[in-house]
C-alpha cells in the first residue's frame, strides 16, 4: 500500500515561491507518475501537474509558467516549486500517485497560505 | 480544458435514500470519468474509474453509469458512513479536471 506525505513550510510570503515535497514509502517511487493537486478552501480540486521517475512533466497549462517539478528517487521523493505566488495561491496541496491521470493514491494534504 | 459541470452541488438526503449525482462534461470523453468522495479533512478516495467500475473494496451500493459527455454516480441505499462531498474527474486529456463538487448532507 502506497503512502504519501506531504512536507513543507505552511506560510508563504506573496511573490515567493512555495516548496513542497513529498515522501512516498510503501512501494516503489518507479512505479508511478506522481501528480500535486491543490483545493482552496470550501472549493473544488485542481492538478497541478505531475511527474514520472524519468524526470519527465506535464504541468497544468494555467499554472504551466509558475510550476517546476522534481523527483528525487534515491530520497523517495518528489517536490513541487510554485514561483510568484499570490493570495489565489492558498489552498490544501495533496501530492497524489497514479498510473496515469487516475489519482489511486493521496497524501494527507498540507494547508500552505500566502500571506505577508 | 474539458470543462465538467456537476449537479446538484448539495443535496439533503436521509438514510436508505438512493441518491442520484451527474456530471456532464463540455465534450465528449468516451468514459474517461471517475468518482472520487471526500470527507471533511481528509483526502479524496477514488470510488470508481471508467464511468462505472468500482475500484476495490468500494462498497457496491455505489454505481456509475454514462459515456461520452453525460455520467451519474448512484448511491443505492445511502449510509451514515456515505454522507461525504463527491467529485467526478476526467481524464480523457490534459489537464484532468473535476468538477465542482456535490456535498450530500444529512436531512
Known amino acids: 500500500q502506497v503512502q504519501l506525505q506531504e512536507s513543507g513550510p505552511g506560510l508563504v510570503k506573496p511573490s515567493e515561491t512555495l516548496s513542497l515535497t513529498c515522501t512516498v514509502s510503501?512501494?516503489?517511487?518507479?512505479?508511478?507518475?506522481w501528480s500535486w493537486i491543490r483545493q482552496p478552501a470550501g472549493k473544488g480540486l485542481e492538478w497541478i501537474g505531475r511527474?514520472?521517475?524519468?524526470?519527465?512533466?506535464n504541468y497544468n497549462p494555467s499554472l504551466k509558467s509558475r510550476v517546476t517539478m522534481s523527483v528525487d528517487t534515491s530520497k523517495n521523493q518528489f517536490s513541487l516549486k510554485l514561483s510568484s505566488v499570490t493570495a489565489a495561491d492558498t489552498a490544501v496541496y495533496y501530492c497524489?500517485?497514479?498510473?496515469?491521470?487516475?489519482?489511486?493514491?493521496w497524501g494527507q494534504g498540507t494547508l500552505v497560505t500566502v500571506s505577508s | 480544458a474539458i470543462r465538467i459541470t456537476q449537479s446538484p452541488s448539495s443535496l439533503s438526503a436521509s438514510t436508505g435514500d438512493r441518491v442520484t449525482i451527474t456530471c456532464r462534461a463540455s465534450q465528449g470523453i468516451s468514459s474517461y470519468l471517475a468518482w472520487y468522495q471526500q470527507k471533511p479533512g481528509k483526502a479524496p478516495k477514488l470510488l470508481i474509474y471508467a464511468a462505472s467500475t468500482l475500484q476495490s473494496g468500494v462498497p457496491s451500493r455505489f454505481s456509475g453509469s454514462g459515456s461520452g459527455t453525460d455520467f451519474t454516480l448512484t448511491i443505492s441505499c445511502l449510509q451514515s458512513e456515505d454522507f461525504a462531498t463527491y467529485y467526478c474527474?476526467?481524464?480523457?486529456?490534459?489537464?484532468?479536471?473535476f468538477g465542482q463538487g456535490t456535498k450530500v448532507e444529512i436531512k
Open positions: 497524489a500517485a497514479s498510473a496515469g491521470t487516475l489519482f489511486d493514491y
Open positions: 510503501g512501494g516503489s517511487i518507479s512505479s508511478y507518475y
Open positions: 474527474q476526467q481524464y480523457y486529456s490534459y489537464p484532468p479536471t
Open positions: 511527474i514520472y521517475t524519468s524526470g519527465s512533466t
